[in-house]
């Protein structure tokens, strides 16, 4: 706890040395008199109907809360990811193929040295974080990236031992997964990582935008479309759904995804959550499941980039499981987090998304696995919101995804 009063504390240090305009004061707006849904866009694909009531447009559900959104950092190259370290410090990563340290008084170190090779292209570079469960006794860091290969690149997972200091580097790295089949694409990496309760490691991919790629995403003898499950040292869980089938590779958790770039475990139940982009229309909210086929393409809501079908243009099929929310047109959705903590009591039990393309960040109310209300956050920040993790402190935190890419926290008003 005093670890994380003293964050904060520092942190408006920062805030108050980026300048004057750095920090913007935001209230949540009134709950609209008819209850109607906070998109309020004329969809991609109008004809297409939800597979159930609430499935889309869910209804704005403010919480009245004032809050305001503070600068801590700044003068990031694309920021991607942010990792709170247990000494209250964090872990950034930059598209460029940089990692910094965030120190509690705001500050960013220079670049961690150590870091494999990083093709930082298009969509592609350093990627996602996730902090050991017991890296204060092993101090190991994970990192995901677009790794150049021979013939192309791909997503790849990598670890190493962080030591911090005035020159802070990583020691003993290894990679510890490589995406196969290698493709040549500036696109679609994914790339979130996360820890389960059990202690393995989920991995978040995407299938590369290319058509041999988008194939990729039904099949299973490559992870192209896929959430995988690893142990920490990229063996193989003996639990996972296809391990012992020929033909399939034994890492892959489920498939069917285009582009996974959020990911979560929900802290009431222990399950994996996450978000994808679609195409024109169809962002996804899923809760992947062992063994589960979420659809893509042959499946989806939205529609190709120039207006036609995708595929067959049909929303449903049986065997093919449903999205538990989607967002029509997209908000080109990218890092995610529950929040459970004390500081904003009214969004106890939310879940809250980055939005790219909508600049902000949704918070929507939960009804056990439904989506029952939306609110969006940080709306008049005006940048992408990146990443979404919630600080020691309590306050949310997050990168923004522009040329002077920022560190954010957002905190009760006052």
């Known amino acids: 706890m005093r670890s994380s009063l003293i964050f904060a504390a520092s942190a408006l240090l920062a805030i108050a040395a980026c300048g004057p305009g750095e920090a913007q004061d935001s209230s949540a707006p009134a709950v609209a008199a008819d209850g109607g849904p906070v998109e309020t866009r004329t969809a991609n694909a109008p004809d297409q109907k939800p597979a159930f009531a609430g499935q889309t447009r869910a209804p704005l559900k403010a919480a009245g ?9 700044k003068g990031l190259d694309h920021p991607w990811a942010i990792a709170f370290l247990p000494d209250g410090s964090a872990l950034v990563t930059e598209r460029a193929g ?9 500050k960013l170190s220079p670049a961690v040295t150590g870091l494999p090779a990083v093709d930082a292209n298009g969509q592609g570079g350093l990627l996602g974080l996730a902090i050991d469960p017991h890296y204060a006794h092993n101090g190991l860091v994970y990192w995901s990236y677009a790794e150049p290969r021979d013939g192309g690149n791909g997503t790849a997972v990598a670890r190493g031992k962080l030591v911090p200091g005035a020159t802070p580097k990583l020691e003993n790295v290894q990679v510890i997964w490589r995406q196969t089949p290698t493709l040549a694409s500036s696109l679609h990496f994914g790339g979130r990582l996360v820890f389960a309760r059990d202690g393995n490691l989920f991995v978040t991919t995407g299938e590369r935008s290319i058509i041999e790629g988008r194939m990729q995403a039904q099949r299973l003898d490559g992870t192209l479309g896929k959430v995988v499950r690893i142990k920490p040292d990229g063996s193989i869980p003996a639990d996972n759904p296809y391990v012992g089938q020929a033909g399939a590779k034994p890492e892959i958790w489920s498939i069917g995804h285009r582009n996974l770039q959020a990911a979560a475990i929900n802290p009431k139940t222990g399950e994996l959550w996450t978000v994808e982009h679609g195409a024109k229309g169809g962002d996804e909210l899923n809760i992947p499941r062992a ?4 659809g893509w393409p042959s499946i989806t809501y939205g529609e190709e980039y120039s207006g036609k079908p995708i595929g067959e243009g049909i929303t449903a099929k049986e065997g093919l499981e449903q999205p538990i929310y989607y967002w029509d047109p997209v908000i080109a959705p990218s890092g995610m987090a529950f929040y459970q903590a004390d500081l904003f009591p009214a969004w106890k039990g939310s879940l809250l998304v980055g939005a790219l393309k909508e600049h902000h960040i949704a918070r929507l109310t939960l009804d056990g696995d439904k989506v029952v209300g939306e609110e969006r956050i940080a709306v008049d920040f005006g940048e992408r919101i990146r990443d979404v993790v919630v600080g020691p402190d309590g306050a949310v935190w997050a990168v923004t995804d522009e040329d002077d890419g920022k560190v954010i926290r957002i905190a009760p008003k006052g």
């Open 98 to 106: 940089r990692l910094r340290i965030l120190a509690k008084d705001g």
């Open 65 to 73: 809360v004032d809050y305001q959104v503070q600068v801590v950092a």
């Open 291 to 294: 063994g589960k086929n979420y």
